[in-house]
């Protein structure tokens, strides 16, 4: 992790400054919201994938933290912290975040020449006797992921996928899309924003093949 990159911890932090913590104030507060986002960011690039993950790799690298980010952190949060705090937040306040912040990303790199945009059921969603959460997803090998919307359960990947372009930068781009999301209303989304796009098509798509 370089002390030089391109998004430094303090500016990764305002992008998440709007999120209403929703812990209650009589509790004494030991981490800021903004840190322990910081944090779990870091921690899940950096190859965590569980909450017990994402405090082991805080724990590891907490002189850095502390250098980087906040030099008055007690000592690394644990698990039950990072879950309670965590998965109390709402995604639709979350994704407009993470969405600026690849926005952000973007401006410093320039816009993706190509941009991918495909559809996956997240491993172990399906535990607990719920169905999978999949969901649709937008990224380019240049920027990594940029944006990602849920498949309502049981439903075509249409809706996601048409309201996730809306929130992409189109012009000037192409954008592909495996036979999941050949839609005439998809290709008519992305020339009407001034973009290109190479569609997937299967031999049981007879209209389109």
């Given amino acids: 992790m370089a002390a030089d990159s391109d998004l430094s911890l303090h500016r990764l932090g305002t992008f998440f400054e709007t999120l209403r913590d929703r812990r209650k104030r009589r509790l004494r507060i030991r981490y800021a919201l903004v840190d322990l986002m910081v944090m779990s960011v870091v921690a899940v ?3 965590a994938d ?4 994402i405090a082991l790799f805080v724990e590891g690298h ?4 502390r250098t980087h980010l906040n030099e008055t952190l007690p ?3 644990s698990a039950s ?5 965590l998965t109390c937040l709402r995604p639709d306040e979350v994704l407009p975040c993470f969405e600026a912040f690849s926005r952000s990303f973007a401006r410093t790199h320039g816009t993706p020449e190509h941009q991918v945009i495909d559809g996956k059921a997240l491993r172990g969603s399906w535990k607990h006797g719920l169905t999978p959460l999949k969901l649709v997803h937008a990224w380019s090998a240049a920027q990594g992921t940029l944006t990602n919307f849920r498949v309502m359960r049981e439903g075509s990947e249409l809706p996601a996928i048409l309201a ?3 929130r992409l930068e189109l012009k000037g781009t192409i954008t592909t899309l495996d036979a999941g ?9 992305i020339v ?6 190479l569609l997937a098509i299967k031999g049981n798509q007879q209209i389109l093949h």
């Fill in 81 to 85: 912290t990072f879950r309670d705090v």
């Fill in 62 to 65: 907490l002189a850095w933290f």
């Fill in 50 to 53: 569980d909450w017990e993950g």
């Fill in 75 to 77: 000592r690394a949060p």
């Fill in 164 to 166: 996730l372009l809306g």
């Fill in 181 to 189: 999301g050949s839609y005439k209303k998809v290709a008519r989304a």
């Fill in 192 to 197: 009407k924003a001034e973009g290109g796009y």
């Fill in 45 to 47: 690039i950096g190859g």
